[in-house]
């Protein structure tokens, strides 16, 4: 069982749709990462999480600790947001989920 | 915050040689580090480098075929050595400690041919 399982692997909806990723962790963490990677391979940090929820314009990001899951919710999509999202978990060392790649249609 | 200039964003390169990837850091950060991810894949840890020291390398990769150097607290460079076509991947750089939140260089696409 992979330590980072994210769901869905693959999300495509109409812009303007309410959109959540799901990021479920089995090891003790001292912080989330929630990371937006383009086409091209760079990476951009989004939210860095140890309780409770973030909100950074149309992006909000929630976790649990006790149930070892956050969510990733974006409102109002646009296609600009079209991207691979990234969870990632840190006790020692960095482990990354696999990516749920979404895709928002005009 | 922290901005990383990583180069070249893309290479294709033949069997057997070469490339040398860099990653330049806009302030001074004591770790950084290197990750290789597969196409469908998550990122994986190479190696960590160390200004000063030697860097660590992940279980399964080696200092042969992935040398590092770290001449600096802002400068690193990842070398791909003698590479076969599984070495097709996206390069990544970064940085952020514990309690940090990560920065990402742009990433290196290489295709070996």
């Known amino acids: 069982k992979n330590e980072v399982e994210q769901s869905p692997q693959n999300l495509t909806a109409q812009e303007g749709e309410f959109i959540t990723i799901n990021c479920s962790y089995s090891v003790g963490i001292s912080a989330l990462h929630w990371l937006q990677q383009h086409p091209g391979g760079g990476i951009v940090s989004l939210f860095m999480?140890?309780?409770g929820k973030k909100k950074h314009g149309r992006l909000i990001a929630t976790i649990n600790i006790q149930e070892k899951h956050s969510s990733l919710h974006i409102t109002a999509s646009h296609p600009r947001d079209s991207a691979v999202y990234i969870c990632?978990?840190?006790?020692?060392?960095?482990?990354f989920g696999k990516g749920t790649r979404l895709h928002i249609l005009p | 915050s922290a901005v990383i200039s990583q180069k070249p964003s893309r290479d294709i390169c033949q069997r057997g040689t070469s490339l040398t990837i860099q990653c330049q850091v806009d302030?001074?950060?004591?770790?950084m580090f290197w990750y290789r991810q597969q196409p469908g894949q998550s990122l994986t840890l190479i190696a960590t480098?160390?200004?000063?020291?030697?860097?660590?390398?992940e279980s399964g990769f080696v200092i042969d075929k992935f040398p590092i150097s770290r001449p600096n607290l802002t400068f690193s460079t990842l070398t791909v050595s003698n590479m076969s076509p599984e070495d097709s991947s996206i390069y990544l750089c970064?940085?952020?400690?514990?309690?940090?939140?990560?920065?990402f260089g742009s990433g290196t696409q290489l295709s070996v041919l």
């Open positions: 999480l140890s309780s």
């Open positions: 302030s001074q950060v004591t770790m």
């Open positions: 480098a160390n200004q000063g020291s030697e860097a660590t390398y």
């Open positions: 990632a978990v840190r006790d020692d060392k960095i482990i």
């Open positions: 970064s940085v952020g400690g514990v309690g940090e939140k990560l920065f």
